[in-house]
């Protein structure tokens, strides 16, 4: 009974290098958060998606991110031409249910920009 | 705009005190409350939470209780463990505004339980 999957662990990039953060909810589950937590700071709400269909990116910087739930595969979180401030640890949950359900988190990617 | 705060950076308790653990909010349209753990290097696992119909709600070592006249809340922890040491995170979501759970999440409080 695998938790939500998160790869990879660690990301290291070069400014104006592109990241893409990949998330496996757990099995059952439809719905996808991800999270940005940057140094000595909560974790601050970035997108939620649900299987083809971003529901809500209000959190997602207007530029240069990117994110996507397709039918078959993994979530993914991009991240185009970074630079040092995206430099954070970027956390995906999922959940079986769109509300009223506990969020269950992956062990995070650990972003560092050059 | 920080809705959600938590304004001990750290805390101590002796192994078998009780550790309390103290958030502020600001948005008083927050109806749910949840108090997440964080170890290093793994994502938050819930812990407990509290619908702003109630004012406490109780889960084994863990209490929490809800202020809503002062928008506040705490997370008691008793007796407290060494292995309770870890980063706790209170976070807050309007359950009203969308169908979905957008969490708030505060900046967290580090407890250490010293043996």
């Known amino acids: 009974n695998a938790g939500v999957m998160q790869n990879p662990r660690h990301l290291v990039r070069r400014r104006g290098q592109e990241a893409r953060l990949r998330c496996s909810p757990m099995k059952g589950h439809s719905h996808v958060y991800w999270y940005r937590q ?6 601050k709400f970035m997108v939620y998606l649900q299987k083809e269909n971003i529901i ?3 959190g997602m910087p207007k530029e240069r991110f ?5 039918k078959e595969g993994p979530s993914i979180l991009r991240i185009q031409q970074v630079v040092r401030g995206d430099s954070a640890a970027y956390f995906c949950a999922s959940s079986r249910r769109q509300g009223g359900d506990e969020q269950f988190f992956g062990p995070g990617t650990r972003l560092t920009v050059l | 705009d920080q809705q959600v705060k938590q304004n001990s950076p750290s805390l101590s308790v002796q192994e078998g005190r009780i550790s309390i653990l103290n958030c502020d909010y600001t948005n008083s349209m927050f109806d749910y409350f949840l108090w997440y753990k964080k170890y290093p290097a793994e994502g938050p696992t819930f812990l407990i939470s509290i619908s702003s119909i109630k004012d406490k709600n109780e889960d084994g070592r863990f209490t929490v209780f809800l202020n809503k006249s002062a928008k506040h809340l705490s997370l008691h922890i008793v007796p407290s463990q060494p292995g ?3 980063v706790y995170f209170c976070a807050a979501s309007d359950r009203k505004k969308t169908s979905y ?3 708030i999440f505060g900046p967290g409080t580090s407890l250490s339980v010293i043996p």
């Open chain 2, 101 to 103: 759970d957008k969490v």
């Open chain 1, 66 to 70: 990117s994110a996507e739930f397709p």
């Open chain 1, 56 to 58: 809500d990116e209000s």
């Open chain 2, 84 to 86: 309770d040491s870890a």
């Open chain 1, 38 to 43: 940057l140094p000595e700071e909560g974790l």
